[in-house]
Nanobody, 125 residues
Framework: QVQLVESGGGLVQAGGSLRLSCAAS????????MGWFRQAPGKEREFVAA????????YYADSVKGRFTISRDNAKNTVYLQMNSLKPEDTAVYYC??????????????????WGQGTQVTVSS
């Protein structure tokens, strides 16, 4: 079992930056691929970014490519999402998730076994 706790959300103006963190419990963090998803009001939860267990490969939704960067520190059991050049349409609750399975790009919700509670990101125009 893995417990995930997100932090770092908040209110920021358009063009600004935020860094989200997701701390995982347990000693097996490095055996999980990690992902970030987001859900805006009235919309389905959507893929944002993912990173393989070793950090060797990363994947991004087209909408955030070039603006967001996912990274992980296996020694700290933490995955990060650096978000730059934020836009009002990035406003959502952001969730981190952990996957035990192999996936081509970890973009599907069904790839993940554990989810955090989410952190709110609001971007004002």
């Amino acid at each position: 079992q893995v417990q995930l706790v997100e932090s770092g959300g908040g209110l920021v103006q358009a063009g600004g930056s935020l860094r989200l963190s997701c701390a995982a419990s347990g000693r097996t963090f490095s055996s999980y691929a990690m992902g970030w998803f987001r859900q805006a009001p009235g919309k389905e939860r959507e893929f944002v970014a993912a990173i393989r267990r070793s950090g060797s490969n990363t994947y991004y939704a087209d909408s955030v490519k070039g603006r967001f960067t996912i990274s992980r520190d296996n020694a700290k059991n933490t995955v990060y999402l650096q978000m730059n050049s934020l836009k009002p349409e990035d406003t959502a609750v952001y969730y981190c998730a952990a996957s035990k399975v192999y996936s081509r790009d970890y973009s599907a919700r069904g790839d993940y076994d554990y989810w955090g509670q989410g952190t709110q990101v609001t971007v004002s125009s």
